[in-house]
């Protein structure tokens, strides 16, 4: 699980830890790297943003009088590259029993979520942009059960 080659919206960290993780699954598969026997990653996601839930968001800011979060962006218009198509997301993943410990995490972190900012004005209510589901898009391994949405709800779904 990992970030995507761009790092979601282009954070450098982001890009690193994508570059370290492929590698990691690369040289994991190299029988001639390092000891031991080499490890075949069964499935490898990329985390993701389904343009309608970024979509959604930016209309639920708008509706709350915020014209200008995300630089304006227009709901309606061209996204940035981290706003993936729909069909490309293959995994969402139920969170929402975890949403506060997550949102406090994030609120321990200002200098890189600013409390007041557009992220968590997107994760008040209960929609899915209440941040409670993940998404992910599997670029590696075979997908497992689906269900009516044709998403798994579970990353090891289809792993012995």
Not at 7 to 27: C, F, K, N, S, W
């Amino acid at each position: 699980l990992t970030y995507d080659p761009d790092g979601g919206y282009g954070h450098p960290d982001h890009i690193q830890a994508h570059r370290v993780t492929m590698r990691a699954i690369e040289l994991a598969a190299d029988a001639s790297y390092g000891p031991g026997e080499p490890w075949q990653v069964l499935k490898v996601y990329w985390n993701a943003v389904p343009a309608s839930v970024l979509r959604e968001g930016l209309r639920r800011l708008r509706a709350a009088g915020d014209e200008q979060a995300f630089g304006g962006l227009d709901p309606d218009g061209e996204l940035p590259s981290f706003a993936i198509a729909d069909e490309l997301v293959t995994t969402s993943v139920d969170g929402r029993g975890q949403l506060e410990a997550k949102l406090a995490a994030l609120r321990a972190y200002p200098t890189q979520v600013a409390a007041e900012g557009p992220f968590f004005a997107m994760a008040s209510g209960d929609s899915e942009l209440s941040w409670g589901v993940e998404h992910y898009r599997l670029v590696a391994g075979e997908l497992g059960a689906t269900g009516p949405d044709g998403r798994e709800s579970d990353l090891f779904s289809g792993i012995d």
